[in-house]
């Protein structure tokens, strides 16, 4: 509990702060529920149109819709094995936990309601969304306390739970390394999880939030170095004082890099890397006011 309260302590001023900053205006109008057909005004986006009313009638009608007061966001967070991974800064277990606080601790100061999911091999924990700050709390131990899952994490596994847990429109936001999927994209060679994250993604607001520890962007020019897979013990050397493992090393990563994006964008979701060893906060806060310049000013209910 104590481990608890550190992070609600340091998270506590950036809540207040640039995250609260951006947060609503990134996520508004996530939520929104179809209110009525009206006549078509001027000012009106043309993406609102009813075709169907508007060829029926002759004249051109537009859907409107009521924003939601309240947005559902739920938190699924890895809890494998590699999560407990670490060199520089943070493990990616403990950089999963601030994030998860900061996400949820900004989400209720705007009275929204927040879920947790934990995985490894397979689903795990399953918390229903809720917005007092002793459920936050929860939230967060619970990701702390959960117990280490051998092997790799099942990404699909997960996903596929999502689509008949979740109910009505929420904010997802995956924080996992993404260890489980290789460098084309593919878990496993079979791209099920990709093509569930699109599934996914198709009836809720996915982001992916990717752990990135130091080592695995750049290889240290310390001599050399021996590697234990943690998944499965499997032993390599790399040689850090060459620079030609060096760069093959960071264009490794660059590659998977590329990759993981890709998949992310064919399913149509977004994501945020951060760096264990750096500024946690800073790639939310980045992210929001990206997504919100992204979005711009709304001209009408019926707006994307």
């Not at 900053?21 to 209110?35: H, K, L, N, P």
């Not at 991974?85 to 949820?104: C, H, M, N, P, V």
């Not at 967060?140 to 099942?154: F, H, K, L, M, N």
Request: glycine residues 8%.
């Amino acid at each position: 509990m104590a481990r608890v309260r550190q992070i609600q302590i340091r998270t506590h001023r950036l809540v207040n702060t640039a995250l609260a900053g951006g947060y609503r205006s990134t996520f508004r109008g996530q939520g929104v529920e179809f209110e009525e057909v009206r006549p078509y005004q001027p000012g009106d986006e043309v993406r609102a149109i009813d075709w169907n009313v508007t060829a029926r009638t002759g004249e051109p009608f537009v859907k409107s819709y009521r924003e939601e007061r309240q947005l559902t966001l739920h938190l699924l967070v890895d809890t494998a094995l590699p999560m407990d991974f670490a060199t520089f800064g943070e493990t990616k277990r403990d950089a999963a936990s601030q994030l998860a606080a900061l996400i949820a601790f900004v989400a209720v100061r705007h009275q929204d309601r927040v879920g947790l999911t934990l995985f490894g091999a397979e689903p795990g924990l399953h918390l229903g969304p809720g917005r007092q700050s002793r459920h936050i709390l929860r939230l967060v131990r619970e990701i702390q306390a959960a117990p280490v899952t051998p092997g790799r994490s099942c990404l699909r596994a997960v996903l596929q739970a999502q689509e008949s847990t979740l109910h009505g429109r929420s904010m997802v936001f995956v924080i996992s390394d993404f260890s489980s999927v290789d460098a084309s994209g593919l878990e496993g060679g079979s791209g099920e999880w990709a093509e569930s994250l699109a599934r996914l993604s198709r009836t809720h607001d996915v982001i992916c939030v990717r752990l990135v520890d130091r080592l695995e962007e750049e290889l240290p020019a310390t001599g050399l170095l021996r590697l234990v897979r943690m998944e499965d013990g499997a032993v390599a050397e790399v040689d850090g004082r060459r620079e030609s493992e060096r760069e093959a090393w960071s264009e490794h990563a660059s590659a998977r890099r590329g990759a993981l994006g890709a998949a992310f964008r064919r399913a149509r979701a977004e994501w945020i890397d951060v760096r264990t060893d750096g500024d946690l906060a800073a790639p939310l806060v980045r992210f929001f006011r990206r997504r919100a310049q992204a979005r711009g000013p709304r001209r009408s209910a019926g707006g994307a």
